[in-house]
């Protein structure tokens, strides 16, 4: 199985790594592009850089609109962009596809294939609002940054992992 994971520079970066890492070590193929502040942020938050990510996954420059995820005819079994940016939110309601990650969510929904948002941003503005629903609409599933605590997390990292387990199950991707 291949996916194709979008990082953008809303906070939470730890989510985009953790699944990048998660489904890598699940055997999984991970096409990952990171937005300039989806790279800069990740470096902010978790001391973490390109390198780290290539461990996991091919990694594209989001310029590169001649890259395999960039057509629906490069297969994969969908799409996840954690976090997800009120700025990369608005360019994917308007089907933008100007760089790579926006391109690349708007063949995974034109393809008809999953495509899955986790916005993150507190608190959200009408049109906010109304791009996460015109996504639902047109088939994205969105699924906010928002973990569970039922388990009474005690580390940051079950935080985190109980969203990317969420993410996992979508694709029915088991652990
Ligand atoms: C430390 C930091 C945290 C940020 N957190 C958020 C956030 O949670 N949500 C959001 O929409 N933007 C957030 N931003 C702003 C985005 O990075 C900014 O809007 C940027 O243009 C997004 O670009 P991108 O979608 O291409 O990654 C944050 C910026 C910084 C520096």
């Not at 291949?2 to 699944?19: C, D, F, P």
């Not at 937005?35 to 310029?63: F, H, I, P, S």
């Not at 395999?68 to 976090?83: C, D, H, N, Q, Y």
């Amino acid at each position: 199985m291949r996916i194709a994971v979008g990082v953008t520079g809303a906070s939470g970066t730890v989510y985009g790594y953790t699944l990048i890492k998660s489904l890598a070590d699940l055997g999984v193929e991970v096409h990952a592009v990171y937005t300039d502040m989806g790279r800069k942020v990740m470096e902010y938050e978790c001391g973490l850089g390109m390198e780290d990510v290539k461990k996991y996954a091919v990694v594209y420059e989001n310029t590169d609109l001649f890259a395999p995820v960039a057509s629906g005819s490069f297969k994969t079994g969908g799409m996840v962009i954690a976090p997800c940016s009120m700025h990369t939110l608005g360019a994917l309601a308007g089907a933008s596809g100007r760089d790579l990650l926006t391109r690349a969510a708007d063949v995974t929904l034109k393809e008809g294939r999953k495509l899955v948002v986790v916005p993150r941003e507190t608190p959200l503005t009408t049109i906010h609002l109304e791009n996460m629903l015109r996504l639902a609409k047109a088939g994205a599933v969105i699924m906010p940054a928002a973990p569970d605590f039922h388990n009474r997390p005690k580390e940051l990292d079950e935080l985190v992992t109980s969203l990317i387990d969420r993410v996992l199950n979508i694709f029915n991707i088991e652990k």
